[in-house]
């Protein structure tokens, strides 16, 4: 009757110890699984809030794309983002213009004074390409969080 006793209080014990290093091992797997979760929920909470709209665009035969965009959606977009964004605008997809030859500015400036592409607000953008006139133009938007939006139009003929 005491061998059982014994028995059983190295078996209790045996798996006490085991549990708690069970427990130890994988709690902070199951916290960093957490948190990856949470960040990734996050991510994609943000792209389905931003959304925006190409209004209205013309260009020009002397090479300037103006471009007017709403933002549809519920997120507010940053002047740094607008200002990390990508633009491609150019004869075809193929021959495009990119870099530091584009500008953007939140629609009335009023608008802008708290740093923010608002919804509901107003994007001009006037890009600086090579335009034939009367020949398609393809303009592409891309915000660093990889939402975009394209458009192809034709400039005006002179």
């Known amino acids: ?93 193929g021959n495009l213009l990119t870099g530091s030859s584009w500008t953007a500015e939140i629609v009335p400036a009023s608008a802008a004074a708290d740093g923010f592409w608002d919804a509901g607000e107003t994007l001009h953008v006037t890009a600086t390409t090579s335009i034939d006139a009367g020949k398609p133009v393809f303009f592409q938007f891309v915000l660093p969080n990889g939402i975009w939006r394209s458009q192809e139009f034709n400039a005006e003929l002179s």
């Open 1 to 93: 009757m005491s061998a059982e006793t014994i028995t059983t209080a190295i078996f209790l014990i045996t798996a006490v110890v085991a549990t708690a290093v069970l427990v130890n091992a994988i709690y902070p797997v199951i916290y960093s699984t957490a948190g990856t979760f949470q960040s990734s929920t996050h991510d994609a909470d943000m792209r389905l809030r931003t959304d925006f709209k190409i209004v209205a665009n013309f260009a020009t035969p002397a090479g300037t794309a103006d471009i007017y965009m709403k933002n549809t959606g519920s997120q507010r977009i940053s002047t740094a983002e607008i200002a990390n964004a990508n633009v491609f605008c150019g004869k075809t997809v």
